[in-house]
């Protein structure tokens, strides 16, 4: 089984939320405040507004399934997150099983343009050592990606992985998906 696992990039948002928790209550009290007039300004339209944070959500994680090596010159396997189809080249085999295009959601602020960004590429370790790549990842968003009326996008990834020589093993890795808004 060769799998890829994912990383969400919210670590300012997570040091946010765990500092608001351990916050005396004096000061969650001047936050509220804060957000009070923050929420007013925002409602009325004038500058200074806070926008919502865009968070992302794996919902899915991206999954080669069982694959064989044929011969030492390695090969590929793709996986396309537009057909959702699995494409196979040089030395590699399916062996069976499922395979899983990843999928993720951001949730923001209604109607925003948003931007969603892959590595150009991965490299994929097994327990025994052996290494494997993860290139050419991509989404299934348009050029220009929007959040819907509930401030939701739903998309899936996939991309290319590629074994040379005789790696062996149940690869993972971590795919660092960053989003920001247009």
């Given at each position: 089984m060769i799998c890829v696992k994912y990383r969400s990039v919210l670590p300012v948002l997570m040091l946010f939320l765990a500092v608001l928790v351990f916050l005396p209550d004096s000061a969650a009290a001047q936050c509220r405040l804060c957000a009070a007039q923050t929420d007013?300004?925002?409602?009325?339209?004038?500058?200074?507004a806070t926008e919502i944070p865009l968070r992302i959500e794996i919902t899915a994680n991206l999954d080669f399934?069982?694959?064989?090596?044929?011969?030492?010159?390695?090969?590929?396997?793709?996986?396309?997150p537009d057909s959702r189809q699995r494409r196979f080249s040089g030395g590699l085999t399916d062996l069976g099983g499922l395979s899983l295009h990843g999928e993720g959601r951001l949730t923001g602020e209604p109607g925003r343009l948003v931007r969603v960004q892959l590595p150009e590429r991965i490299t994929l370790s097994a327990p025994n050592g052996s290494t494997a790549d993860l290139v050419k990842l991509d989404t299934d968003l348009p050029a220009q990606a929007r959040l819907d009326r509930d401030g939701r996008l739903t998309f899936s990834f996939g991309g290319k992985l590629r074994v040379t020589g005789s790696a062996s093993g149940q690869f993972r890795g971590r795919i660092a998906i960053t989003a920001t808004y247009e």
């Open positions: 007013s300004a925002s409602s009325s339209g004038s500058p200074g399934s069982r694959l064989a090596l044929l011969n030492r010159t390695g090969g590929e396997v793709e996986l396309d």
